[in-house]
């Protein structure tokens, strides 16, 4: 269906801000403020994304502002003091930077996202260049569809699934949940409805109350599934 975002360049954010590794403290703190951003892909040269620096690889400098020389001294091994002492975004930055490709889906940015414990990722074309730059936020947006997009999508799939009109299938949609109600002649093409309909972007989760036709004309089984 037309309209849907499905991939990262749909919901990602244009243009985006970035530095370069030469880029100062203020800098980057000046750009943070000026994009009101928390984080900044840092480039290369050609635009190639080389790290990311955020607001937490900033605060060391001021946390450790008053700290004890000698205590610095003995922790000088340390990541925080590390930062704490640096003052470019190539001493600053995390690298590698975790990026993905425009063209991924939704649910590839997310798994990237929870794996790697980032709240945003810088986004990249084929040659690796930084096009956009996509957030948890932005991986919401299509928890936007309204119930009646949702609702129209799912018909679509039942239509496409069987062979004749879905006729005794129901199809409700209450804030993003998908409640599938009526009768399956088929009990074994539940698992593949519930995986396809849970394939629906914007989907929060799929409820089932349906009755199995019974192979005897004219009597159903009296079971029902609630998935």
Same mark, same amino acid.
């Given at each position: ?5 499905? !991939?990262?360049?749909?919901?990602m954010?244009?243009?985006? =801000?970035?530095? /370069? ?8 703190v ?5 994009? +009101? ?5 840092? #480039?290369?040269?050609?635009?190639? #994304? ?10 060391p ?5 008053? *700290? ?7 922790? !000088?091994?340390?990541?925080?003091? !590390? +930062?704490? /002492?640096?003052? &470019?975004?190539?001493?600053?930055? &995390?690298?590698?930077?975790? @990026?993905?490709?425009?063209? =991924? @889906?939704?649910?590839?940015? *997310?798994?990237?996202?929870? !794996?790697?414990?980032?709240? +945003? ?29 949702? =609702?129209?999508?799912? +018909?679509?799939?039942? @239509? ?11 199809v ?6 998908? &409640? ?9 093409? #539940? ?23 019974? &192979? ?12």
């Amino acid at each position: 269906m037309p309209n849907i975002p499905r !991939r990262v360049s749909d919901v990602m954010t244009q243009p985006v =801000a970035a530095v /370069e590794r030469a880029a100062g403290f203020k800098e980057i703190v000046g750009t943070l403020r000026r994009w +009101r951003v928390s984080a900044l892909p840092v #480039v290369s040269a050609e635009l190639r #994304v080389v790290g990311v620096v955020s607001e937490a690889d900033l605060l060391p400098k001021e946390g450790f502002r008053e *700290a004890d020389p000698e205590r610095l001294e003995r922790l !000088r091994a340390l990541d925080d003091v !590390r +930062r704490a /002492e640096a003052v &470019t975004a190539g001493e600053l930055m &995390t690298s590698p930077a975790v @990026t993905v490709s425009g063209d =991924a @889906t939704l649910a590839q940015a *997310a798994r990237t996202m929870a !794996r790697a414990s980032v709240k +945003r990722l810088p986004v990249v074309d084929g040659n690796g260049l930084l096009v956009g730059i996509v957030s948890r936020a932005d991986l919401l947006k299509v928890f936007l569809r309204s119930d009646d997009e949702i =609702a129209a999508e799912a +018909r679509q799939i039942l @239509t496409q699934l069987f062979a004749a009109p879905a006729k005794d299938l129901r199809v409700a949609v209450t804030d993003g949940v998908v &409640t599938l109600s009526g009768q399956f002649r088929d009990r074994s093409l #539940v698992p593949v409805v519930a995986r396809l309909v849970r394939g629906i972007e914007g989907v929060v989760d799929v409820e089932y109350d349906v009755t199995e036709v019974a &192979t005897v004309p004219g009597v159903a089984s009296a079971e029902t599934s609630s998935l």
